[in-house]
């Protein structure tokens, strides 16, 4: 029954690809679904294929990057929806795609990054091998709602799995942590270094209440938002023992790929790999697009750090400061994959902002984003409605040997990617 659409799927995605509308990522899948709603269940239940999912607001595509790179480094064969296409659409077309003459999986290992509210129907159709969850923060509140409406939907998804499924979740995250309190199989990641800071809660921080009890938490430690270590002076409750909290390499700079990678190399080391393998795999890891990605512009280097909600914004931006940016474009779009609600740009910490020489904006909502900068009192702001002006300026004010640095939405940072390279993503 899947050859058909598995032949007519495989089509339609050379045509797209011809046509140069994209790398034909989703449509493939959207035709299987249509025609069967049990695609995704019926090819990876006759597959030996070991899944791995990953889950959460900010971090996905680039753990599961480094998973999949690290597996393929040492001469395993993978697959992973790549483009970033983590609705049930784009993991269909992921799976019809890498399917053999017969229709068939033959990879050893699938690794899928999966859209925090697309996780519950996913885990419907697949029962993965390994269940990785990052975090949860406030993310286009229009379309997900708040993230106790997410947690509640994961729980029953996970209270339905098996006991074979192993959980890997944040232990610095308390609503993640609780998520394996029902589970034996379960193990835990964080980030050793925490500031000494003992307040309470962060700009920007989102689970502040016990996920037991409701009271209020208690941070000792924190890193960022409202990850850290945790208790629950009522009834006790507190962050669960990591087993990975530190790495000898990161591929990636800021605290936020700490996680990341660490989430990976927890993973990786379940699969018996060795520490030496990991790393060495790990220094071959190439960012995806989009996730501090380097692209080569006119003899200049962009660098791309995607910013959707305050969390992600916080920290790439104090990134890029560490990194001693002179100039930065913003591109803030409203668009379905962004969430039309930009009312986060107002809880987002912009400290350290005299640092900058200049700031580009545009986007959809260029003007509220300049709006949000008058209000900070920052002066040195330029406004474009033109995006590719926007790109051009930045890039004629970075010397040689600078490096551009642009902040985008998810949308936005599409079309930066086509401005840069020629060539659309999806």
């Known amino acids: 029954m899947n050859l058909p659409l598995i032949t007519l799927g495989k089509t339609s995605s050379k045509i797209v690809q011809r046509l140069n509308l994209g790398n034909g990522s989703t449509w493939p899948g959207h035709i299987a679904l249509k025609m069967n709603k049990n695609f995704i269940k019926d090819i990876i239940s006759e597959s030996h294929t070991k899944v791995i999912i990953v889950a959460g607001t900010n971090g996905k595509t680039t753990t599961s990057s480094l998973i999949a790179d690290v597996l393929t480094e040492n001469k395993k064969t993978v697959l992973r ?124 921080a989102d689970s502040v209440s016990c996920p037991q009890c409701d009271a209020p938490l208690i941070f000792d430690h924190k890193t960022f938002s409202h990850l850290g270590i945790w208790h629950c002076k009522k009834c006790g409750l507190k962050s669960p023992q990591a087993d990975v909290t530190n790495a000898s390499f990161y591929p990636l700079t800021g605290v936020y790929n700490q996680y990341n990678t660490h989430a990976a190399i927890l993973v990786l080391k379940q699969f018996g790999f060795s520490e030496k393998q990991i790393i060495d795999g790990l220094k071959e890891f190439k960012p995806a697009f989009g996730r501090q990605e380097t692209l080569r512009y006119k003899n200049k280097n962009v660098q791309l750090f995607l910013s959707k909600n305050p969390t992600s914004f916080n920290q790439s931006f104090e990134t890029i400061r560490e990194l001693e940016a002179r100039n930065l474009l913003i591109v803030l779009n409203d668009r379905v994959p962004d969430g039309h609600d930009i009312s986060w740009i107002w809880d987002v910490d912009l400290k350290g902002i005299e640092q900058f020489k200049k700031i580009l904006i545009s986007g959809d909502r260029v003007y509220d984003m300049a709006l949000r900068f008058k209000y900070e009192g920052y002066k040195n702001v330029e406004t474009f409605r033109n995006l590719a002006l926007a790109v051009d300026t930045g890039v004629e004010m970075t010397h040689a040997n600078e490096t551009f640095f642009v902040l985008p939405t998810y949308s936005a940072m599409l079309e930066v990617r086509k401005i840069l390279t020629g060539k659309k993503i999806l």
């Not at 708040?146 to 995250?173: C, G, M, R, Y």
């Open 81 to 204: 929806n790549e483009s970033g296409a983590n609705l049930l659409n784009g993991i269909a077309s992921t799976i019809l795609l890498n399917t053999n003459s017969r229709g068939k999986l033959t990879q050893e290992y699938a690794v899928f990054e999966v859209d925090e509210n697309a996780l519950s129907l996913l885990l419907q159709q697949i029962t993965p091998d390994y269940l990785v969850l990052l975090n949860l923060f406030r993310d286009q509140l229009d379309r997900y709602g708040e993230i106790n409406t997410i947690v509640s939907k994961w729980q029953d998804a996970i209270d339905a799995l098996p006991a074979a499924t192993k959980l890997v979740l944040n232990a610095d995250d308390p609503q993640i942590a609780y998520l394996g309190n029902k589970k034996t199989k379960t193990s835990y990641f964080g980030v050793k270094e925490k500031t000494t800071n003992k307040e309470n809660v962060q700009q920007a």
